[in-house]
């Protein structure tokens, strides 16, 4: 059974940090793109951040570049997304997706909210 759980969203300050964790299983992890998602209150779901396998450089959303990096630990099979100088706008529910071809995708995990608020 594949499996993809999120942890690490909260309640921040604008210009705030966080770092968000994807733990993946049921699936050999390491020969999968895997890409990150949110929704905002409202709002269609918005992709953020995709990172293959191959070493090849990770895509980012415009409204992210600079801000977000994402990385992944294979021998953790785990999936993170860092966000840095998070701004009011950057406010919704993450998720991480496997796969590289957003808007198709089979998996998702059930989100971790993330709230920036002062």
């Known amino acids: 059974e594949v499996k993809l759980v999120e942890s690490g969203g909260d309640l921040v300050q604008p210009g705030g940090s966080l770092r968000l964790a994807c733990a993946a299983s049921?699936?050999?992890?390491?020969?999968?793109?895997m890409t990150w998602v949110r929704q905002a209150p409202g709002k269609e779901v918005e992709w953020v951040s995709t990172?293959?396998?191959?070493?090849?450089?990770?895509t980012y959303a415009d409204s992210v570049k600079g801000r977000f990096t994402i990385s992944r630990d294979d021998a953790k099979n785990t999936l993170y997304l860092q966000l840095d100088s998070l701004k009011t706008e950057d406010t919704g529910v993450y998720y991480c997706v496997r796969g590289g071809a957003w808007p198709s995708f089979k998996y998702r995990g059930q989100g971790t909210q993330v709230t920036v608020s002062s």
């Open positions: 990172i293959n396998t191959h070493g090849n450089p990770p």
């Open positions: 049921g699936f050999v992890f390491s020969t999968y793109a």
